[in-house]
């Protein structure tokens, strides 16, 4: 699994769409995760190189663009 890191990304309040690459924020660090479901201004994330079973459905608020 990768280790997340504390630094800000700089969240904005941007739409995400399903299959992209993200950052999410858990537990004040941010991991790299994908986005799996939207649903209602909700959207399902996978954390990479984790189960399933911590898949979790977050708000834009703890969510960033991944830039490459």
Same mark, same amino acid.
């Given at each position: 699994?990768? /280790?997340?890191?504390?630094?800000?990304?700089?969240?904005?309040?941007?739409?995400?769409?399903?299959?992209?690459?993200?950052?999410?924020?858990?537990?004040?660090?941010?991991?790299?995760?994908? $986005?799996?479901? $939207?649903? /209602?201004?909700?959207?399902? $994330?996978?954390?990479?190189?984790?189960?399933?079973?911590?898949?979790?459905?977050? =708000? %834009? /608020? =703890? %969510?960033?663009? =991944?830039?490459?």
């Amino acid at each position: 699994a990768t /280790n997340g890191w504390s630094a800000s990304p700089s969240p904005v309040q941007q739409s995400y769409n399903s299959s992209e690459n993200i950052l999410a924020l858990w537990h004040k660090k941010w991991w790299h995760a994908q $986005v799996i479901c $939207v649903k /209602n201004n909700r959207y399902k $994330v996978h954390y990479q190189g984790s189960s399933k079973k911590w898949d979790e459905w977050l =708000r %834009m /608020n =703890r %969510m960033a663009k =991944r830039c490459l």
